[in-house]
């Protein structure tokens, strides 16, 4: 074990481990890339979808049920089921990362909604606001700690999971671990999981501080 | 993309087995994160200062790809189900330790109280007060748990596990799109039933909720 | 001759046997090779064969099976384990008994420096190179071999006809392989030491699975790791590169399996079978699992019943 680690650093700080097409540099970037997009794409579905659902009350049994079904699905069957239908290309990663954010997304943008006080939705009516400015300037900054946690929730996952990836021919930290994993060579496999392990704790740190800059923001 | 339906009425023998080690994985894993939280969680919620430790390590455990976990665990238990046991039991973690944890925040301090004016012991009243308050939230991490280990035991198939996994990895080799589709469906549906059956189980659980109702 | 000369005499037996029988093992042995098995070895418990992470090894893994069963040995398939790197400490580890091998990749695995390619040498050098507590029973007609592959188009655009022609496109060529293959001697680590060859870029993708035939076809690689027993080289007029300074050895599919299972029931079940399965006959089992999408334990079945294997 101790022996172990003792070549993870050396694995993580040789120069020539940083550099080049299979380099850590490039396959960072590349799972960051991986991981950035589907989030993004999730949150283009899920966002809308949890606001408008929370806010008209409407379809809230059947998104959420869908949503613990997205929850089940296997990430492995999809991306293979999508790579037989699609050939060699990033459409099963994509879509296998998009289908394990927006359930996170949906759900927790739903709680936060439901969880605002019907009292201040009616009071914020009665001063004549519409419908989309309840929406926007009421339950949403209301929502948005619930929202951010569904948000950070989805981004590990999609992060952890995007390993996936060099199952499929593609690269980002995966391959270390894909690649470890057929020539047993376990330091390149701990290498992957300690890198994926502090993109996702990083990228988590920064939306953290994120949310905490739009809240001091609202509260100013 | 068809389905080739006759596959599938030759394999029922097939299915049947790899469902059911799909489930055997998924539960135990449920088992023994239950059996390490719990403990865990009683230590997390009345000492302090352990809590984001133990809380922090768990989420920190949730950010490492659940194959590396499988493969780093090979020189310790090789090729086996216990591999893939400990892998998933890792990931039930960090859900169920939170949530006993908050399960066992939300029980009322006066009710505590009330029980400690009565003369109950600390380790009756954890047991007969203030577990069985805070059940529904535990059995909300339960639920959660189980499906995700569901979901989640498929990754196994790289360590030649996986239960209904096996079936992608095999439809993936031979351009075969049936096992993979009955697999994903299986998986889904073991999914639901045993989502379903813990309400069930719940229900039967905490009989003093249904009163209210 | 007293009890200790006796028993010396008797262990000295056993100890020479896996020699000669390994010089003389082969295609026509039919006894199943003697070995250090007689003592403590029995399948009585069973055996648990395990597969590597193909067709083609689950096929022999099932046909191992067959050939078993009939036999009256217990087995259990385990299939689609993973890569030899896995398989292999799995084996040593006691997690499966009997591994579906092949001669050459099992010996550079072993001594990637190995210069042997002879058959009958190959058997001795596997015995000398494998750990305690393993070891290789005489191996089959079938052969199946590692193979470097390139498109028509690619083998005129680049004037590719061997693994030596290569070099002259140093820096320029991907290769496509099993990410094994990147650290192999029957791999990238071999096409440099034996015949100075560079690619541009390796890409990890399967052993002869969808991912490097598709990755070849499509034109994402331009040299693709394939076996010579799979069908759809010759479908997509694929060019095998010769390998005219023999840097992959001779590949005849050989048990590999642990002293504490070889009997002599399974040996002779094992060289019965290994006497009888053809290149082409196994070609054959690998096509109707790939194409016609049959259960590598169904043609496995099939091939041993039909060949009076089992009744």
């Known amino acids: 074990m101790f022996e172990l680690f003792k070549n993870l650093g050396k694995w993580l700080t040789s120069g020539a481990q940083w550099a080049g097409s299979d380099g850590i540099a490039h396959r960072l970037t590349e799972h960051l890339q991986y991981s950035l997009i589907a989030t993004l794409v999730a949150a283009a579905i899920g966002l809308p979808l949890g606001l408008l659902i929370g806010h008209t009350g409407r379809g809230a049994f059947l998104a959420i049920n869908l949503a613990s ?6 990430t492995v069957g999809l991306v293979v ?7 060699l290309s990033m459409w099963p990663v994509y879509i296998a990362l998009v289908a394990l954010a927006v359930p996170s997304i949906v759900t927790n943008t739903y709680a936060g909604m439901t969880a605002v006080d019907p009292d201040i939705k009616d009071a914020a009516r009665g001063q004549g606001m519409r419908g989309h400015q309840v929406l926007f300037q009421v339950e949403l900054p209301l929502a948005l700690p619930l929202i951010m946690t569904g948000l950070r929730l989805a981004l590990i996952q999609v992060v952890a999971t995007a390993t996936i990836a060099a199952y499929v021919s593609f690269g980002g930290l995966g391959r270390y671990v894909f690649d470890g994993l057929a020539q047993r060579d376990l ?15 990083v990228l988590d740190l920064g939306l953290a501080t994120l949310q905490r800059f739009l809240f001091r923001h609202r509260t100013a | 993309m068809t389905i080739d339906w006759s596959w599938i009425g030759d394999h029922t023998d097939d299915l049947t087995s790899l469902t059911v080690s799909h489930l055997q994985a998924a539960l135990s894993a449920v088992f023994f994160g239950l059996l390490i939280s719990l403990p865990l969680a009683v230590v997390a919620h009345r000492v302090r200062p352990l809590r984001g430790f133990l809380l922090g390590l768990s989420n920190v455990l949730f950010t ?10 090979l020189p310790i238990s090789g090729l086996t189900r216990t591999t ?6 890792v990931y039930t973690l960090v859900v169920l330790l939170r949530n006993t944890v908050e399960g066992l925040d939300s029980v009322p301090t006066k009710t505590k109280e009330a029980a400690k004016a009565m003369g109950t012991r600390p380790l009756r009243t954890l047991l007969t007060v203030e577990l069985p308050l805070a059940l529904p939230v535990i059995m909300a991490g339960v639920r959660i748990a189980t499906v995700m280990s569901i979901s989640l035991v498929s990754v196994a198939t790289y360590i030649g596990d996986g239960g209904l996994g096996q079936l992608f990895t095999d439809g993936f080799q031979r351009d075969f799109p049936t096992p993979v589709i009955v697999g994903v469906v299986l998986t889904l549906l073991l999914a639901v039933v045993a989502d379903a059956l813990l309400v069930g189980l719940q229900y039967v659980l905490t009989p003093w909720k249904r009163r209210r109702a | 001759m007293n009890r200790r000369t006796l028993l010396g005499a008797l262990a000295g037996t056993a100890v020479a046997v896996p020699v000669l029988s390994a010089c003389s093992s082969g295609v026509t042995s039919l006894d199943g090779g003697g070995s250090a098995g007689g003592g403590n070895a029995s399948s009585k418990n069973g055996v648990t064969i395990g597969t590597a992470n193909f067709t083609e090894n689950q096929v022999l893994g099932y046909l191992y099976a067959a050939a078993l069963e009939a036999a009256g040995v217990k087995t259990k398939v385990r299939p689609n384990l993973g890569t030899r790197e896995i398989v292999f400490p799995a084996l040593k580890s006691g997690d499966i008994d009997l591994l579906p091998e092949y001669q050459g990749a099992l010996l550079t695995y072993l001594e990637p420096k190995s210069k042997v390619s002879e058959e009958g040498a190959m058997q001795n050098a596997l015995t000398l190179a494998l750990p305690a507590g393993l070891q290789v029973l005489p191996y089959g007609t079938a052969e199946d071999s590692d193979t470097f592959a390139v498109t028509r188009e690619t083998a005129r655009k680049y ?5 030596a022609d290569l070099k002259k496109q140093n820096g320029r060529l991907t290769i496509g392989a099993a990410a094994e293959v990147k650290t192999r001697q029957v791999g990238v680590v071999g096409l440099k030491d034996v015949y100075g060859v560079e690619f541009k870029e390796f890409k990890s993708l399967d052993s002869d699975g969808p991912l490097v035939k598709g990755a070849l076809k499509k034109g994402d690689v331009d040299v693709a790791n394939l076996f010579t027993t799979d069908t759809d080289i010759k479908a997509n007029d694929w060019v095998v590169l010769t390998d005219p300074l023999n840097l992959i050895p001779s590949q005849h599919i050989v048990p590999l399996i642990a002293d504490r299972v070889a009997d002599p029931t399974v040996r002779k079940a094992l060289a019965r079978l290994g006497n009888l399965l053809t290149t082409a006959q196994l070609t054959e089992l690998n096509r109707q699992v790939d194409k016609d999408k049959k259960d590598p334990e169904d043609v496995a079945n099939a091939y041993a019943k039909q060949h009076g294997l089992t009744k």
């Open chain 3, 159 to 163: 004037g590719l006809t061997s693994l």
């Open chain 1, 81 to 87: 089921l999508v790579f037989l239908a699609s050939g």
């Open chain 2, 64 to 73: 490492i790809p659940s194959i590396a976990i499988f493969v780093l665990l």
């Open chain 2, 84 to 89: 893939t046991v400990i892998g998933l039991t």
């Open chain 1, 69 to 74: 079904f997205g929850r089940a699905l296997p």
């Open chain 1, 187 to 201: 330091v390149q496999v701990l290498g992957g999981a300690v890198l994926v392990a502090v993109v996702a704790i």
